[in-house]
């Protein structure tokens, strides 16, 4: 039987573009634009916070790991008092970084791919690492390098199943091609508890995001590798984000 690391990171790989399609793209599909990224104001009953702040001290710290704007790490002060940051975009860096300054918090950023970077970031009581697995072909190194960063707990958050399989009839549509349906935070799961970890998991839904629907469009037309001219198209046929729930499922661990 093949272990379940091997099979996230087999799923994993079958959302690559083909070759074809990457190589007559106006413009990288990969990234994502720093507008979507904005801290937002956490809702106060999110398992993912509850969960987090439960196992914070006062005047904790936090790590955030794929931190985008901040919204993980943010939603935990108080009680956290200082907070790093880890991105390998450095304009998300810099929202960060403005982001923590005018919430008047303690903060460093770190600038790199995880776990290369984890010595720089240091210990923590509680890293947080939100909506960043299925980046991550190599989930064992991933996972190890958070609990070692870790004094307390990891919480991680992340859709059910993998955010792209949304933007499958788009696929379909422009390009004739069939996207995965895998992996999922299932196999997640027990990819962990392959490298020894014992998670603990709620399943919960988000609701839709206020981000304007003009931001999704755009994202969507560079991620099916289109040129601008496209976007009408693509806003015409794509799902309304603003009435979009999403399954969404978070995972934690203590450490020994």
Partial sequence: ???????????LAGWAIPDE???????PPWGFPV????????RADTPSRDVAREALPA?????????????ASFALVPPAAR?????????????????????????????????????AAGRVDVVVCHHVFYNVPALGPFVNALSDAAERRVVVEMTASHPLTGSASLWRHFHGVERPAGP??????????EVGVVPQVRAWSRPPRDVPR??????????????VEAEPE?????????????????IWWDIA
Avoid at 21 to 27: F, G, K, Q, T
Avoid at 35 to 42: D, G, K, S, T, Y
């Fill in 1 to 11: 039987m093949t272990s379940a690391l091997a099979q996230w990171r087999e799923q």
């Fill in 21 to 27: 399609i990457l190589a007559a793209a106006p413009e």
């Fill in 35 to 42: 507008e979507l990224f904005r801290a937002e104001v956490e």
């Fill in 59 to 71: 005047g904790g710290s936090v790590l955030d790991v794929g931190c985008g704007g901040g919204a």
């Fill in 83 to 119: 907070l790093v940051g880890v991105d390998s975009t450095p304009e998300m860096l810099e929202e960060y970084a403005a982001a923590a300054t005018r919430r008047g918090v303690a903060h460093a950023e770190v600038e790199g791919p995880w776990p290369d970077v984890a010595p």
């Fill in 184 to 193: 999922t935070a299932e196999l997640a799961v027990e990819a962990l508890r």
């Fill in 214 to 227: 003009e931001a999704y469009v755009r994202l969507n037309r560079r991620r099916l590798c289109l040129p």
């Fill in 234 to 250: 693509v806003d015409r046929l794509m799902a309304d984000p603003a009435t979009t729930h999403r399954d969404v499922v978070t």
